[in-house]
């Protein structure tokens, strides 16, 4: 936090520091009434968000498994793929054999954003424990032999877990969220997955730029109807 009588020179090269030693400037938040600061906090960071970001999602549907990327530089979309949720249940290893080949393709892939199941605390791939893999699909013995369709998403992560040639990562549901009271996690697998939070994240983000709010102040209900599910955030 900024306090005091900085000069907008003096905060310029503070956050300019900060950046370079973060690799990044969405954490850093300041208010100012000085014109001079604001400007300064804006320049640096679109600086820094030209050299980002060649970016792939990869959303788990109950009918299809969705791939989305995007070049954050030239706003060029990298890939817009749709696979029918039972070809890529009888082989998980295409959603790796695309990524691999885009990749020759366009050069490297700064981050993907993995299926993550019911969601696993934010880390690398490869950095995940087997137990968490198993626990963000969880499934019975007979699931597991009538092959349903999450036996297909624990595969793929698995085989994520290995692809150290791609920085891919896991991220959390709303259960792993601290913010949310532990007495109502209590007897909970499923409290949202990764798809319906960051759903809930861009509707934040919309309204509060749309209405110049700030993220506290964001107040609404988001409806996400899916193939099979339909959610109330």
């Known amino acids: ?4 009588e900085k000069t907008a020179k003096m905060l310029h090269n503070e956050m300019k520091q900060y950046i370079l030693e973060t690799g990044g ?3 850093f938040y300041t208010k100012s009434n000085n014109r001079g600061a604001n400007i300064s906090y804006t320049w640096y960071l679109n600086k820094w968000r030209k050299k980002m970001v060649k970016a792939i999602g990869i959303d788990p549907g109950t009918k299809s498994i969705d791939m989305f990327g995007f070049d954050d530089k030239t706003e060029k979309i990298l890939i817009d793929k749709i696979i029918p ?3 890529f249940t009888k082989n998980p290893q295409i959603i790796l054999d695309i ?3 885009l990749t020759n393709s366009i050069g490297k892939i700064y981050v993907i954003v993995g299926p993550s199941g019911y969601g696993i605390t934010p880390k690398r791939a490869t950095e995940t424990e087997d137990s968490e893999i198993l626990m963000a699909t969880f499934v019975s013995e007979s699931d597991a032999k009538r092959r349903l369709k999450i036996i297909g998403l624990r595969e793929l992560m698995f085989f994520m877990k290995k692809a150290s040639d791609l920085n891919i990562w896991f991220t959390p549901g709303v259960i792993h969220l601290p913010t949310v009271p532990r007495f109502r996690k209590a007897g909970k697998i499923d409290m949202g997955t990764a798809d319906k939070l960051f759903s809930v994240i861009l509707a934040m983000k919309d309204q509060a730029e749309s209405l110049n709010l700030d993220y506290s102040e964001t107040s609404f209900i988001l409806i996400e109807i899916g193939f099979a599910y339909t959610s109330a955030m």
């Not at 936090?1 to 005091?4: A, D, F, S």
Request: proline share 0%.
């Open 1 to 4: 936090i900024v306090k005091g």
């Open 25 to 27: 400037g969405e954490a």
């Open 85 to 87: 949720r039972d070809d």
């Open 99 to 101: 990524l691999r080949n």
